[in-house]
Nanobody, 124 residues
Framework: QMQLVESGGGLVQAGDSLRLSCAAS????????MGWFRQAPGKEREFVAA????????YYADSVKGRFTISRDNVKNTLYLQMNNLKSGDTAVYYCAASSVETVGGPPPKYDYWGQGTQVTVSS
């Protein structure tokens, strides 16, 4: 089992920045493709960003390209999501996830482990 614990969420104003963190334990972190997802009230969970095990490739949803940056520190076993120029539409619970599926050219279709989520609220 891999445990994932998100942190860094909060209430901010439109245009502000936040950095989310996801601390991983229980498995060899660098062997996992990692992703961020979010779920807004009344909506389905959606993909935000993903990064390969060694960080060589990153993928983003169109809605966050140019504003969000995914990164990882395989020494600290931590995944990050730097969110800049936040908008009210970014309000959601943000989840990190780990996938053992290796893909080329895009994020994995399924994830094995999920965190409990952290709330991000952006006021306009």
């Amino acid at each position: 089992q891999m445990q994932l614990v998100e942190s860094g969420g909060g209430l901010v104003q439109a245009g502000d920045s936040l950095r989310l963190s996801c601390a991983a334990s229980g498995r060899t972190f660098s062997r996992y493709f990692m992703g961020w997802f979010r779920q807004a009230p009344g909506k389905e969970r959606e993909f935000v960003a993903a990064i390969t095990g060694i960080g060589g490739s990153r993928y983003y949803a169109d809605s966050v390209k140019g504003r969000f940056t995914i990164s990882r520190d395989n020494v600290k076993n931590t995944l990050y999501l730097q969110m800049n120029n936040l908008k009210s539409g970014d309000t959601a619970v943000y989840y990190c996830a780990a996938s053992s599926v290796e893909t080329v050219g895009g994020p994995p279709p399924k994830y094995d482990y999920w965190g409990q989520g952290t709330q991000v609220t952006v006021s306009s």
